[in-house]
């Protein structure tokens, strides 16, 4: 069981990582491709805030990747917890304000991994 709670918590880190890149440099060249009700004329003024957000999805990833690298059990698990809190968290305020589809993206795996890890 802790080897899975590592493969999803190193999982979502890797999301996270791609959502960094994503909000972070390809915000204006992919964004129309993936949100497209969004109107296209308003990628280039929201690339700042596009950024913005994905430094804090690089901080999330980054959380992540530090629960698995902490030699003490304890540590590592509330790091975990708490990372996996927090994405659980920006999860559902997306899903509530931006779109369903994160649930499923960020909240739903964030929750797996959080009871696996309880379960481990």
Request: net charge neutral; with cysteine; proline share 4%.
């Amino acid at each position: 069981m802790a080897l899975l709670a590592d493969i999803l918590i190193f999982a979502i880190a890797g999301l996270h990582l791609y959502i960094l890149w994503f909000e972070m440099f390809a915000w204006e060249t992919k964004g129309p491709k993936v949100f497209k009700s969004f109107p296209k004329d308003l990628f280039a003024p929201t690339k700042t805030m596009a950024a913005n957000q994905g430094l804090y999805n690089g901080f999330l990833a980054a959380g992540l990747l530090w629960s698995l690298m902490i030699s003490d059990p304890d540590w590592a698990r509330n790091v975990a917890e708490f990372f996996l809190i927090c994405v659980f968290v920006a999860g559902l305020y997306g899903a509530q304000s931006a779109s369903r589809r994160i649930l499923f993206v960020q909240a739903v795996p964030a929750s797996l991994a959080f009871l696996v890890l309880m379960l481990s």
